[in-house]
Nanobody, 125 residues
Framework: VQLVESGGGLAQPGGSLRLSCAAS????????MAWVRQAPGKELEWVAGISISGSVTVYADSVKGRFTISTDNAKNTMYLQMDDLKSEDTAVYYC???????????????????RGQGTQVTVSS
């Protein structure tokens, strides 16, 4: 299993970034996927998750209306479009795969233990 994130960097408050996650080594179109993040000194936090079909998405309240998760099964890639960024969005963002194929409870980081190396997102003026 390999999950490789990209697209992080420095953004100003109110700005945008688009994260990508290239997946390989497993049948991408049979796993629920998610983005989670960890800020310095804080626990791992749920950001967004998406069902296999893409028809169901679950966002943390803190990002709802600003972030959009999506997948492209043909490219084995997941995305996170982040708009109207805030300083509190600063964290390392991880692409995460559900622990087992099929449906996984969206919103529980414990169900998404397989993660990439992460990409740093810093929001600052």
């Amino acid at each position: 299993v390999q999950l490789v994130e990209s697209g992080g960097g420095l953004a100003q408050p109110g700005g945008s970034l688009r994260l990508s996650c290239a997946a390989s080594g497993f049948p991408f179109d049979t796993y629920t996927m998610a983005w989670v993040r960890q800020a310095p000194g804080k626990e791992l936090e749920w950001v967004a998750g998406i069902s296999i079909s893409g028809s169901v998405t679950v966002y943390a309240d803190s990002v709802k209306g600003r972030f959009t998760i999506s997948t492209d099964n043909a490219k084995n890639t997941m995305y996170l479009q982040m708009d109207d960024l805030k300083s509190e969005d600063t964290a390392v963002y991880y692409c995460a795969k559900a622990n087992r194929p099929g449906w996984a409870p969206l919103g529980d980081v414990r169900e998404f233990a397989s993660r990439g190396q992460g990409t740093q997102v810093t929001v600052s003026s």
